[in-house]
């Protein structure tokens, strides 16, 4: 069991729970940070023992793979500023005890309480969200990045109360069909929409001034590009797989210096670059 520096202090990566022993020796070191990652070759099935360590800052529990019956000792742990909860476990988790956390990776849960109450967030990623509106996080004020895979998201209206936002991406929302509430986001520079079908207007994208690389990935029919027509500082669009601009005017971006990808199709004003 190697103990080495990491961001917030001793970190520790491990494989399988801790013995007794291994545990009196992470307390006494007072291991800030602790990694369990089935990707990283942990193959335990047990977490509570995180319980006998509340005053970690950093917890990474990614465990896909090797199935974990209960990670509700987590939410014993009140001084954590990072944590990476990916399991597939169904207990109760409660984030009302964490008001130090300031970057999170969750797969939602139905027993989920006290998102709303993390107002310190910077960092945001949710996997399988499970409510239909952002509501819940519309007071997470210092969110700079945001990211939602997958759930019963359909409307996100309430992003416009996150103004500092300066990275999104939506991912595989099969339900959402309009993009209001970005045009508030006047800090945003990059933005990624993957597999969500049902977005056909741009139009709140209209207000993202500062939105310099779009990446649309499968997300259908776009009824035109024109909204991006006052975004002075884009760089980049992607328009890839299945995406389809309904009017076919593309031509304009490149004449702003924009730099396109995009697969050629015969009503488009241009054609793909052609590579040497």
Not at 102 to 127: D, P, Q, V
Not at 154 to 174: G, H, K, P, Q
Request: hydrophobic share 45%; charged share 25%; proline share 3%.
């Amino acid at each position: 069991m190697l103990i080495e520096e990491g961001s917030y202090g001793p970190r520790v990566v491990l494989t399988r729970e801790p013995t007794p022993d291994e545990l009196a020796k992470l307390r006494a070191r007072a291991v800030l940070e602790v990694v369990m990652n089935d990707g990283l070759g942990w193959r335990g099935t047990s977490v509570a023992f995180v319980a006998e360590l509340p005053w970690l800052r950093a917890l990474e529990l990614r465990s896909i793979v090797v199935k974990i019956e209960d990670d509700s000792a987590v939410s014993d742990l009140h001084e954590l500023v990072k944590l990476a909860l990916d399991t597939y476990c169904t207990n109760a988790i409660d984030f009302s005890g964490m008001p130090l956390l300031e970057r999170l990776s969750y797969i939602w849960r139905k027993r989920t309480s006290g998102l709303a109450t993390l107002r310190r967030l910077r960092e945001l990623s949710l996997t399988q969200y499970g409510v239909a509106d952002l509501a819940e996080l519309s007071e997470m004020k210092q969110l700079a990045r945001f990211e939602v895979f997958g759930g019963a998201v359909r409307e996100i209206r309430d992003i416009a109360s996150l103004t500092e936002l300066r990275w999104v991406r939506l991912a595989s929302l099969r339900r959402l069909t309009s993009l209001d509430g970005m045009e508030a986001l006047g800090q945003l520079d990059f933005l990624m929409i993957q597999s969500c079908k049902g977005i056909q207007s741009l139009q709140p994208l209209a207000g993202c001034v500062n939105l310099r690389e779009l990446y649309l990935d499968s997300v259908g029919d776009i009824e035109s590009l024109l909204p991006l027509q006052r975004l002075k500082r884009l760089e980049a669009v992607s328009l890839i797989e299945t995406t389809t601009v309904g009017d076919g005017r593309i031509a304009f971006l490149r004449e702003m210096g924009v730099k396109l990808n995009f697969g050629p199709r015969k009503h488009y004003d241009a054609a793909p670059e052609v590579r040497s």
